[in-house]
T-cell receptor, first 113, second 111 residues
């Protein structure tokens, strides 16, 4: 199993540009989440999904969209990038009820100029 | 409002020292407390604590939870340079998918 994969590893955007961060898992996990981590901060939940076709907002959802058309994929879209969205983004997946066994992807480092 | 406070925020020690990292929390419908280690990449799971006073141990690392006083500690004995990392705690809540992470404690172990 590849586990949780994220692409790209690093991206530079200009303010106002849009892009999609990709996340995929091959463990057949129902639950997937997106977190952002800023320097000196813990992880903050952006959006999460409890299954294909079902998504919900986390702690800091503004400026981000998600969709879950398949169990495997959970892309995160930045509609109009802002410098405040400069961060490291982690995708995670787990089975239902398994917060303690959440698998994290390697992260995407995003710089918005 | 849910709150998680970790202390100290930063700690520098020498190899062989013993360290204690603290995590205090205020969350509704508390279910468990998770500890993670984060090096230069994604967090890796260390412990899950659900009951007060029962120590979880893994090698030189151990952790305990006090549900009455709403805190947990993570101990690392005989520290090694490989223990250098950010240690994060996160309480989980019943009926919620959200993890509320603390800001972390950055541990640096010098040879």
């Amino acid at each position: 199993n590849a586990g949780v994969t994220q692409t790209p590893k690093f991206q530079v955007l200009k303010t106002g540009q849009s892009m999609t961060l990709q996340c995929a898992q091959d463990m057949n996990h129902e639950y997937m989440s997106w977190y952002r981590q800023d320097p000196g901060m813990g992880l903050r939940l952006i959006h999460y999904s409890v299954g294909a076709g079902i998504t919900d907002q986390g702690e800091v959802p503004n400026g981000y969209n998600v969709s879950r058309s398949t169990t495997e994929d959970f892309p995160l879209r930045l509609l109009s990038a802002a410098p405040s969205q400069t961060s490291v983004y982690f995708c995670a997946s787990r089975v239902e009820g398994g917060l303690e066994t959440q698998y994290f992807g390697p992260g995407t480092r995003l710089l918005v100029l | 409002e849910d709150k998680v406070v970790q202390s100290p925020l930063s700690l520098v020690v020498h190899e062989g020292d013993t360290v204690t990292l603290n995590c205090s929390y205020e969350v509704t419908n508390f279910r468990s407390l998770l500890w993670y280690k984060q090096e230069k990449k994604a967090p890796t799971f260390l412990f899950m604590l659900t009951s007060s006073g029962i120590e979880k141990k893994s090698g030189r690392l151990s952790s305990i939870l006090d549900k009455k006083e709403l805190f947990s500690i993570l101990n690392i004995t005989a520290t090694q340079t490989g223990d250098s990392a950010v240690y994060l705690c996160a309480p989980t809540q019943g009926g919620s998918e959200k993890l509320v992470f603390g800001k972390g404690t950055k541990l640096t172990v010098n040879p």
